[in-house]
Nanobody
Framework: QVQVVESGGGLVQPGGSLRLSCAAS????????MGWYRQAPGKQREMVAQ???????MYEDSAKGRFTISRDNAKNTVYLQMNSLNADDTAVYYC?????????????WGQGTQVTVSS
């Protein structure tokens, strides 16, 4: 059994910051790419940022320069530091991790954490 659990969402004013965390646990042999997607009301889910096991990062255009993704391989955890937040960042943020267990290699998703940017 593998679990992926996010934390750190909430309500923040425009221009503010939030840090999301996501920890994977269970019968894990290895974790490859980890990342964050988000889904705003009425919109499709979109990739925000991802990071390889070696630390190579990729960002969606609107996240570049404002968001920073990082990971701690020893803790099976990925973080998303979000600065200069605006209303367009309001969404449910989902963490994912490509994980190899003894049986298979698959993508695992968290349950989502709400981020609301509002004054």
């Amino acid at each position: 059994q593998v679990q992926v659990v996010e934390s750190g969402g909430g309500l923040v004013q425009p221009g503010g910051s939030l840090r999301l965390s996501c920890a994977a646990s269970g019968s894990i042999f290895n974790i490859y790419t980890m990342g964050w997607y988000r889904q705003a009301p009425g919109k499709q889910r979109e990739m925000v940022a991802q990071i390889s096991r070696g630390g190579t990062t990729m960002y969606e255009d609107s996240a570049k320069g404002r968001f920073t993704i990082s990971r701690d391989n020893a803790k099976n955890t990925v973080y998303l530091q979000m600065n200069s937040l605006n209303a367009d960042d309001t969404a449910v943020y989902y963490c994912y991790a490509r994980i190899r267990t003894r049986a298979i290699e698959s993508d695992y998703w968290g349950q989502g954490t709400q981020v609301t940017v509002s004054s």
